[in-house]
């Protein structure tokens, strides 16, 4: 017999990030009378993140742009990178959505058809039903997007990284984002700090590091935050804001279900959970607002067609993207991988821009692959079975 709190809906998606809070503005805005719950194990949705993402995520996924338009907190027309060997600018549009800018605008979309259930751990997750403790949700269809992942088999690299959001005494002085400043000590691995000015006075800086191990030492990592300031001479009056992130990168994994049309009893998967991440990046904004839009674009009944046919026109540029992780960690030593992205960000922008939003033509993959390679590849780990 069913409890009186159980629910019955349309669409139940399950875990409040980014995926279920993309598909369900996406929802709202394409089909609004879908009844769609989200439910989140948190006291809120979306976590403490900053996501960002260029332009071409968004030309990429064809539509609903109107949708993104509310969520985007700032957009930069361009952005810098710099390494030891050259320093550019890429005059392509980088934006950023924050988890407090998303959190609010879905809960001021919730209503009799969009329903958020915050501190409610789902203990069972079916194809068209989730039970929490003694509760069930009952749907047309499931989707399971309770993010992280760490199912690599050590077939693996990391992206990890602490970030500080600053506020400091006097102007900072910087323009526009600098994605990558390699010019840093490369110790453990490729390192970058990674710059935004989120006002005059204000910054977001993190210290990354593409690592072979996923440990993150956040109390060192602090301290060479603040001596990058120091070295800017920006002085610190506040820390607002940490966050940390400690990303799986494989070259080897599954991608999202390309079979999960033919198997009605499978669960659906979304965002990072299902695959729709970008192997070298470890970002998860294109593929799981591509998804969102695609979804939302097409009748409930389709939508496991729909989700196997993203999955086969994303598989391609995944396995070139598991391919350049294993060139980054098994053909380069740590100390030489910024040899690397210093070539990768030679390259045309249009070709860089489409490489992140997972979406590259032949001629880019030619241009990511063919010519002289970059400095310091190990001819060792090339000819001991790495082709
Ligand atoms: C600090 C940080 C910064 C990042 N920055 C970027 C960026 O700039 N651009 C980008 O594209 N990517 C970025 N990423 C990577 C990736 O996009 C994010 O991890 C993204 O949040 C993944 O989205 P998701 O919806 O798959 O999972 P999440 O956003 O992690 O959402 C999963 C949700 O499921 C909930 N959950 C888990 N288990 C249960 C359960 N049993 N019951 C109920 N709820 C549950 C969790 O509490 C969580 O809220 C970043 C990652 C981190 C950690």
Redesign the pocket.
Known sequence: MAASNDITCDVCL?????????LALALRHAQPSLRVVI????DE?????????HDH?MVAAGGLRAVLAPLIAQRWAAHDVRFDSHRRTLATGYN??SSARLRDVVMAACDATLQVLVG????K?AADY?T?GERRITASLVMD????RDDFAGQCGYQK?V?QELECTTPHGVERPILMDATVDQRLGYRFFYVLPLSPTRLLLEDTYYSDHSVLDVATVRNEIAAYAHQHNWTIAKIERE?????PLPWAADGPDVAIADEPGAVLR?????G???PV??????L?WRLAVALASAPLPNWRATAAAQARRVAGQQQLALRMNWMLFQWFKPLQRHHVLARFYRLPATTIERFYALDTTAVDRLRLFVGRPPRGMSWRAFWSGAL
């Open positions: 399950v875990g409040g990030g980014l995926q279920s809070c993309l439910v989140e194990r948190g949705l979306c976590g403490n993140h900053t996501w960002c993402f995520d950023l959505i409610c751990h789902v203990t997750v989730v929490i997007n309770r993010g992280a990284f970030g966050e940390t992130g400690i990303l979304g965002g990072y959970r299902g729709w991440f970008h990046t470890g970002y998860s904004f294109p799981a």
